[in-house]
C-alpha cells in the first residue's frame, strides 16, 4: 500500500519481534500507508508472526537460526533489505513489534530531521499501552519519560538519517542490550546530534506481571551499562562509566561495608544501610516533581535502589563472561 502522504515516500520501516501476537498485528498496522515500505525481521517466532506480517504487507525477513540473535543484528539486517528494496530511503523509523506508532509521529519526525540537518536521530514519548496493569509496567513508564531536547541516546523506537547510520556503520549486532545508546556514542563522535521530541511516538506492550520479569529486564540493563562502559568508558563522552559506578557502589559497596564492618563497629555501621531509603525518598520527590502521580513515584523510588542488585548482577555477568572469553547469551524477560 502506497503512503498516504508524497512526503513519507522517502521514509521506510524495520519493525523486528518475535511472538508478539497481536502486538505485531497492531504494530503494523499502525504503519500501513504512512511509510514507503515496511520490513518486518523475525526472530524464530513460533505464533506465526511472520505470516502475519506478510500478510499486512510487510517484507518479512527471518534470521539464520544458526547464529545467536540480537535485536541490534536483527535491525541490521532489516535495514539492509530496506535498502535492497529502495535505495533512495532518507529516513527509516526503527520499531519493536510490540509498540504501536502514533498517528503524526512519523511525519513530525520527518519533519524536524528535514528542518535540521544536524540531526541524526529523533524520538519522542514512548508509553506504557496498560500502564496501570502492573506495577512494573507503571515503573517502566516513568523510565520512558525521558527529558525533551538534546540527547544522548535514544531507545528502540526512533527515527534515523538513513545516510547517517550507513556512515557509522549502524548497530554493534554483538550486543545482547544497550545497541541503541552505544551507536549514539558512535553518531555523536562524527558530530551528528540526537534530539528527544516533546511529541507521542509509540504505545508499548511490556506485558510485564511478574517480578521475575523485572528482574531479568534490570539484570539485562546492568549487563548493557557494563559492557558499554568497558566498549567506550575511555571515550570523552564517558559513556555509562557514571552509571557503572553507581551500579557497583549501592549494589556491592555500601551493603559490603555496612555487613562486614557490623561486628567491629557493634552494628553501628548497619546505619548505612539508612542511605537506601534516604536516596529512594529523593528519586520519589524528583519523580512527583516531574508532574507524575504518588502511586508512579512511590514504585519507581523503590525500584531504582532495588534494581541496583539486579544490575550488579547483570554487570557481574558481562566481566565474568569478558574474562572466560566468552559473550553472553540473551538476557530476556518476556
Known sequence: MPPHDARARDVGCVAIGRNEGERL??????LAGRVAHVVYVDSASTDGSAARARELGADVV????????????????????????????????????????????????????????????????????????????????VEWDTPVGEASAC??????????FVEVGGFDGSLIAGEEPELCVRLRRAGHRIERLDAEMTLHDAAMTHV???????????????????????SEQRHWVRETRRIFFWGAVVPGVAIGAAVPTLGASLALLAAYPVSASRIYRSTRARGRSRADAAAYAVSVPVGRFAELQ?????????????RSGLIEYK
Open 155 to 164: 531507545g528502540g523506537d526512533a527515527m534515523m538519517r538513513a545516510s547517517a
Open 314 to 326: 547483570g554487570a557481574l555477568k558481562y566481566h565474568l563472561g569478558r574474562v572466560r572469553g566468552r
Open 212 to 234: 521475575s520479569q523485572w528482574w531479568k529486564r534490570s539484570v539485562r540493563a546492568g549487563h548493557a551499562f557494563a559492557e558499554g562502559a568497558a566498549l567506550h568508558g575511555a
Open 62 to 141: 527471518e534470521l539464520d537460526l544458526s547464529i545467536p540473535f540480537t535485536a541490534a543484528r536483527a535491525r541490521n539486517e532489516g535495514f539492509a533489505r530496506l535498502r535492497e528494496i529502495a535505495p533512495e530511503l532518507r529516513y527509516v523509523q526503527f520499531v519493536d513489534g510490540d509498540c504501536e506508532v502514533v498517528e503524526g509521529w512519523l511525519e513530525t519526525a520527518r519533519a524536524r530531521l528535514e528542518q535540521d540537518r544536524s540531526l541524526a536521530v529523533v524520538c519522542g514519548r514512548r508509553r506504557e499501552r496498560f500502564k496501570d496493569a502492573s506495577v512494573w509496567n507503571r515503573i517502566i513508564d
Open 25 to 30: 498485528v497492531r504494530c503494523l498496522r499502525s
